[in-house]
Structure formats: structure tokens, C-alpha cells
């Protein structure tokens, strides 16, 4: 049984900062591509963030570009993503993800998701 956990989310004025982090149960996914996603109501799960099983490779979107920091601690098994100069269109439910292999993509094709936490930035 695998388990993606995230955590971090709340609510939080526009211009302020949260940090999500999402721990795997698998020791495996501890040096595997990541993820982060979004999605807000009545709207597709888009890509936000990926990051490399070293770390040494991200992609970002380009709404989240110069404001969201991706990172990972692999002796943890945990991603992060942080969340500065928050904006309302920030707010939806935020996704990590994870997937074997060295492909990074910054499209759904990951192999496991977590549940979900909820961002939700106020005007």
C-alpha cells in the first residue's frame, strides 16, 4: 500500500507564504521524480512544480515561476513546496506526486498520488 501525504495547507492572506510538504511511504521514492499539482474548483489538475530524484532538475509553471520553490530531502522521503507572495488564484487543492524511473514530467503522468491539501489565499 502506497501513501503520499501532504501537509501544510490553510489559509492565508494574499502576499503571505505557506510550505507543503509531502513524505512517501515507499523508500524508493526517496531519489524519484516528483511532483506538485493544482487544482481549483471547476477547473483541471494543472502542473505546478517538478523536481528530479537528485534535485538537481525543476520545472515550473509559468503562474508560479519566481514564487514557488521546489525542493526535497530524500532522507526523508519527503518533497516540499514552498509558497511565497501568495495571490487568490492560488487557492485550490494542492497535489504531490511521485513516480519511478528518471523522467521528470510536468504533465499527470506520474505513478502515484496523495489526497490533497488545501490552499486557500484570501483577498
Known amino acids: 500500500q502506497v501513501q503520499l501525504v501532504e501537509s501544510g495547507g490553510g489559509l492565508v492572506q494574499a502576499g503571505g507564504s505557506l510550505r507543503l510538504s509531502c513524505a512517501a511511504s515507499?523508500?524508493?521514492?526517496?531519489?524519484?521524480?516528483r511532483g506538485w499539482f493544482r487544482q481549483a474548483p471547476g477547473k483541471e489538475r494543472e502542473f505546478v512544480a517538478a523536481?528530479?530524484?537528485?534535485?538537481?532538475?525543476?520545472h515550473y509553471a509559468d503562474s508560479v515561476k519566481g514564487r514557488f520553490t521546489i525542493t526535497r530531502d530524500n532522507t526523508k522521503n519527503t518533497v516540499f513546496l514552498q509558497l511565497n507572495s501568495l495571490k487568490p488564484e492560488d487557492t485550490a487543492v494542492y497535489y504531490c506526486?511521485?513516480?519511478?524511473?528518471?523522467?521528470?514530467?510536468?504533465?499527470?503522468?506520474?505513478?502515484?498520488w496523495g489526497q490533497g491539501t488545501q490552499v486557500t489565499v484570501s483577498s
Open positions: 515507499l523508500r524508493t521514492f526517496s531519489s524519484s521524480p
Open positions: 523536481i528530479s530524484g537528485s534535485g538537481g532538475i525543476t
Open positions: 506526486a511521485a513516480r519511478f524511473g528518471s523522467y521528470v514530467p510536468v504533465t499527470t503522468d506520474y505513478d502515484y
